[in-house]
Every structure is written in C-alpha cells, then in structure tokens.
C-alpha cells in the first residue's frame, strides 16, 4: 500500500531537506507546495496589489490563495497514489492543524485511492530555526524574523490534531539525519517498505 508523508513544522525547521531525504530513501514522490504554487500565488498577489512575497499577514492571500495552493497539492497527491506511488508532501499545513478531522475530509474530498496516512513532525530547537531563517535571507520570511517571539510561540502553540494518521517524530536540529533512524522512526518490516526508486 502507498503512503503519505506529511512533513511538517515551523518555518527553517528543516521540512525541506527531510521530506527530500524521505522521498529519496523510500522511493516516492515528492511534492513542495512553493515549487507547485509560487508562480501562480505570486501573480495573484500582485494582480491584487499586495506584495508577492507577503504571506503571513496579509488577509488576500490566506483566505483566497492558500486554499487553492493546498487543493492543488493534494490533486498532486491522488494522482501519484493512482499509480502505486507513495508521496511526500512538503508543506507547512499549519492553517489545518486545529481540525481533527482534516486528512478524513481531503481523503474524500479529492478521491484519493487507499494509503497510509504518515504525519511527520519535524522537531528544531528555536536558535536553530531563527539561524536557518536568517542564513536563506528569503524575503517571505522577513515578517516572522522582524516579529520573532510572535512567529515563534504561535508555531509552538499550533499543535497538529490530526485523526486517521501515524504521528512521528524527527529531530532535525542537527546538521544531518542518519537514514537508518528513519527506518527505526517509521517501522520499517512493519508499515513502511523502502521501495527501488524507477529506473
């Protein structure tokens, strides 16, 4: 049966670089919203005038285009599992969070065929967070670095409720994860297969 990885956690907590790791190790596909969304997102936020790299406080964009990012990511989502492919799915999702019944809800709502439902919690102690941050210099995250002790306490207190998945944690506050704690961490000879990435 295919999976879904949900990664998750805050900002420069290392999302990227662990659901690459995952999707490498295990064969699967892997989705990054910004990759998937950011041409369109930045032209609706300009097409509006707002400024394209604002997300964060700005109203337009989390009421109109950030649904839209998300149902986009999901289609992504059902159309590999059509074909056998276990996905990860690089993404924040913080806004969806507080619904326990979220996953129950997209599963439906997009016809995904059957999968195991994995949400990873990417773990990183704060001075790592604000360093990664700081060292990308990406302008989106102006606002957080500028507002930091909001940014920061906001993404501690949002905790994930989700229903109808396995919840695992990684630490990623170090500068690598070994792969072999990845099998430990999801099971594998239990749940998770690594399985050969195509030819």
């Not at 295990?26 to 097409?47: N, P, S």
């Not at 997209?106 to 704060?126: F, S």
């Not at 072999?180 to 990435?197: E, H, I, N």
Request: include cysteine.
């Amino acid at each position: 049966m295919p999976q879904v990885f949900f990664v998750i956690g805050p900002a420069g907590s290392g999302k990227s670089s662990v659901s690459k790791l995952i999707a490498e190790h295990y064969g699967a596909a892997y989705i990054d919203k910004d990759t998937a969304t950011k041409r369109f997102t930045e032209l609706l936020l300009t097409l509006n005038g707002s400024d394209p790299n604002e997300r964060d406080n700005n109203e337009f964009y989390q009421q109109a285009i950030l649904p839209l990012e998300y149902a986009s990511i999901l289609d992504l989502t059902r159309d590999n599992l059509s074909i056998g492919r276990s996905v990860v799915l690089d993404a924040p999702f913080g806004k969806f969070f507080a619904d326990p019944d979220y996953l129950i809800n997209a599963r439906r709502e997009h016809h995904w065929p059957e999968a195991e439902l994995i949400v990873v919690h990417v773990r990183t102690n704060g001075e790592a967070v604000r360093a990664r941050l700081e060292a990308r210099g990406y302008e989106r995250d102006e606002w957080k670095l500028n507002n930091w002790e909001q940014f920061w306490a906001a993404s501690q207190a949002n905790a994930c409720e989700w229903k109808a998945a396995r919840h695992v944690d990684v630490d990623n506050s170090g500068d690598a994860i070994d792969v072999g704690l990845l099998d430990v961490a999801f099971g594998v000879g239990a749940d998770v297969t690594p399985s050969d990435p195509p030819a």
